[in-house]
Each structure stands twice: as C-alpha cells, then as structure tokens.
C-alpha cells in the first residue's frame, strides 16, 4: 500500500490539528486523496475542503469525493461564498 502523497502544506496539516484534534488523521487521509493541484496553488484545494467543511469530519469526507468527480466545484462554492 502506497503511503501519504502530502499535497499540501505543512500548513494545512497545522489547520487541521488544530480543526479536527483526535480525527486530525483520517481528515489528512481524506485530503491526501484528492486530485493533484499543485501546478496551482497547492494549498487553495485542501483549503476549500476544510473551508466548507466547517470542522465537520464527514463533510470533509462528501467533500473530497465531490473533488475527485470534479474538483472545480468547490472552488466555485468557495468562490460564491
């Protein structure tokens, strides 16, 4: 099994300890999943997840599979929010 690809920051894992504390593992999980952005902003996908997620574990997860069908939605939601 492949290990965590870590698209993101080092400041993005801080946000989610600091987010999600005991779930700070399966949410790093769930974001490692996500489509490789980093030609962009690395950070702006992730971002987004933990945006509209609201510290909510399983709307990081709805999230996530939503960006893996097409990730540019969130950044529309984020965008319009």
Partial sequence: MAGP???FSDEIITRVRREFGDDTDRVIAE???MPDTRQRDRDRLPRAVLDLARRDVAAVV???EQALI???DLQTWVDDG
């Fill in 5 to 7: 690809r870590y698209l």
């Fill in 31 to 33: 974001l490692d999943r």
């Fill in 62 to 64: 709805g999230l996530v």
């Fill in 70 to 72: 097409d990730w540019r």
